[in-house]
């Protein structure tokens, strides 16, 4: 009898030593007794654009860019250097030709090239460059010896800055042309003149 009454003595204290422990759910897992949400990380993805020192990255960040020269018409008569970064491109002289054509940006020198003429085309081989422009270049051209011969020579000394061109070859529609306004023959490959470029360099703009 004794026995029996020790008996569910202790099987009493277990079920209330294990009911108000807390240590089991209805699931028989561990509780969390802390009464703290577990934290949780998230990641976002920013909305902002990647910045480098404040500022964003252009396309200028990723051209190779080069030095040429441009020569243009001084009120002397005289072809004046003037020096222009352009993109560093494979055909960097067809470029520079189009460069040429845009005109100075010194106001105190002339276009050397007429208004509305276009490079056609250009070719580099063995030292010759064969350069074609359009028919712009004979009908839109002002006239006049001296000024015949700053053309000319202003499309000449230009290209013949670059080492693999010796001698340049004027064509017109795709055509050579004994003149382009009467007075300088530019029917055979011609090559560069130093001495019409002026030695006092380029002018202070007014």
Do not use: A, C, N, R
């Given at each position: 009898m004794?026995?029996?009454?020790k008996f569910f003595l202790?099987?009493?204290l277990i079920s209330l030593i294990i009911y108000t422990s807390g240590c089991l759910n209805k699931s028989g897992k561990s509780e969390n007794t802390s009464n703290v949400a577990p934290e949780t990380i998230t990641l976002e993805r920013s909305a902002e654009p990647l910045v480098v020192g404040n500022t964003l990255p252009t396309v200028?960040?990723?051209?190779d860019w080069a030095t040429v020269v441009l020569y243009f018409a001084n009120e002397d008569g005289q072809l004046v250097a003037e020096q222009r970064e352009i993109p560093n491109v494979v055909g960097i002289a067809r470029e520079t030709i189009r460069e040429l054509i845009l005109g100075p940006e010194n106001s105190m020198l002339d276009p050397t090239i007429p208004a509305g003429t276009t490079l056609l085309d250009i070719d580099v081989n063995e030292g010759l460059c064969t350069v074609d422009f359009s028919k712009e270049l004979i009908i839109g051209h002002s006239g006049g010896s001296g000024t015949e011969y700053l053309t000319v020579y202003s499309i000449v000394n230009t290209l013949?800055?670059?080492g693999t061109?010796?001698?340049v070859q004027l064509r017109v529609d795709g055509k050579i042309v004994e003149t382009i306004a009467g007075?300088?023959?530019v029917d055979a490959p011609l090559v560069r003149d130093d001495e019409i470029i002026s030695a006092m360099g380029l002018p202070e703009e007014k």
């Open positions: 004794k026995s029996m009454v202790y099987m009493g200028g960040d990723f051209v013949t800055q670059f061109i010796q001698e007075h300088v023959s």
